[in-house]
């Protein structure tokens, strides 16, 4: 009878392990997501490192990526270039202590992108920003660098089909913040708005983060527009949408990417409603109420619009790994060049530069105070 207690004990003990995920046994490797983690955009930067955490967690659960543990670290890049460059000499100096990184998902900002690949272009990781959009960013002939969200050229190409197509607007002001961002949009949406027979009747520039729009909405109102475009973040939109409605201005607005957070409606003073913006990943109930409640177990609060996008550079970042079977980040990126990714952005391939082939930029409306789908 003992021994037939033993075997039974044996037995379970095998099956237990057979059942247990595998752990990660050869160490850590090391993920920086540097974003904006303080500040007037620190609740974009959390939504990216809360999609990372999640991501990283899964990977861990199945066995690490070649069996090391992923250790995500934010980077607070505070939305500053200069704090940006600081950021990365910190990775910098991490990479020569001896400490094993394969990557930095960042920058959210074009501006802090750009400043920072000054550092990341020589280093021996790959960067994948989640955000960034600014076109000229692929153009600088980086080995390292990918984006899994569109370019600015092409939801440029989209928001203006969107405005003279769907909203029959012939003549838009387009308005935009001072950053590498906004300017770099403010041009594709002329030339984009040109080729679709659109008439920009009036171009604005303002500043980052300003707070009130009274002479802007005058020189609007003098133009007599169709539409209004926009071309800035969640730290202007709402308060240019409030004080267009406040003072009768009701012709239809369409807010760029930088807009698709949660704030650009809490922070309207209730005049959010009916206004469109932009968006470069499905609403967070695309990918399901199990993802949700996953990252919610994770973060302990609900995703927002960019926890998406963190998930999915971090999930892209490591299926390269896996794919070249090593942490070597040009075998990674070369391996990365080559796959077809498939996750709750949907199909993700690069090409050669790092920009998404045939990507999607999705168009959303406020509608009961939440952003929902219209276009595509």
């Keep these: 009878m003992r021994n037939v207690i033993l075997v039974l004990i044996v037995l379970s003990l095998l099956l237990t392990g057979c059942n247990a995920s595998p752990q990660p046994t050869r160490g850590e490797v090391t993920v920086f997501v540097a974003v904006p983690l303080s500040g007037f955009q620190a609740n974009g930067g959390q939504t990216v490192l809360g999609g990372v955490r999640l991501a990283a967690a899964e990977i861990n659960r199945q066995g ?12 607070d890049d505070e939305s500053d270039s200069d704090v940006a460059l600081a950021g990365a000499q910190k990775v910098k100096d991490a990479v020569a202590s001896g400490q094993k990184v394969i990557g930095v998902v960042g920058h959210l900002n074009s501006g802090q992108t750009l400043a920072a690949m ?13 955000t960034s959009s600014e076109t000229s960013i692929t153009q600088k002939g980086y080995r390292n660098f990918f984006r899994v969200n569109a370019n600015d050229t092409e939801q440029a190409a989209v928001d203006a089909g969107f405005l003279v197509n769907n909203l029959k607007a012939r003549k838009i002001v387009v308005v935009h913040n001072d950053t590498p961002y906004g300017v770099g949009l403010r041009d594709e949406m002329k030339k984009a708005l040109a080729a679709v027979g659109g008439e920009v009747v009036l171009t604005l520039q303002v500043k980052e983060g300003q707070p009130r729009y009274l002479d802007e909405v005058a020189q609007i109102k003098a133009a007599n527009p169709d539409a209004i475009f926009y071309a800035g973040y969640e730290i202007e939109t709402p308060y240019l949408r409030a004080d267009l409605i406040e003072n009768g201005v009701t ?29 470069f990943a499905p609403s967070p109930q695309v990918a399901g109420a199990s993802w949700i409640q996953a990252y919610q177990a994770v973060e302990s609060r609900n995703p927002d619009t960019y926890s998406i996008n963190g998930y999915s550079a971090m999930a892209v970042l490591a299926e390269g790994v896996k794919k070249a ?28 530069q790092g920009d998404v082939k045939n990507p999607k930029v999705f168009i959303f409306q406020v509608k009961d105070s939440q952003f929902v789908q219209v276009a595509p």
């Design 64 to 75: 690490g990526l070649l069996g090391y543990k992923v250790n995500v670290v934010g980077l």
């Design 118 to 130: 000054e550092v990341y272009k020589d280093m021996s990781l790959v960067v994948i920003t989640p």
């Design 251 to 279: 012709i239809p607005m369409l807010a760029s990417d930088g807009a698709f957070l949660a704030a650009t409606i809490d922070e309207a003073n209730g005049t959010a409603e009916g206004m469109y913006v932009s968006a």
């Design 325 to 352: 079977n090593s942490l070597d980040s040009a075998k990674v990126a070369d391996a990365m060049r080559q796959m077809d990714f498939r996750g709750v952005m949907g199909d993700l391939q690069f090409d050669a």
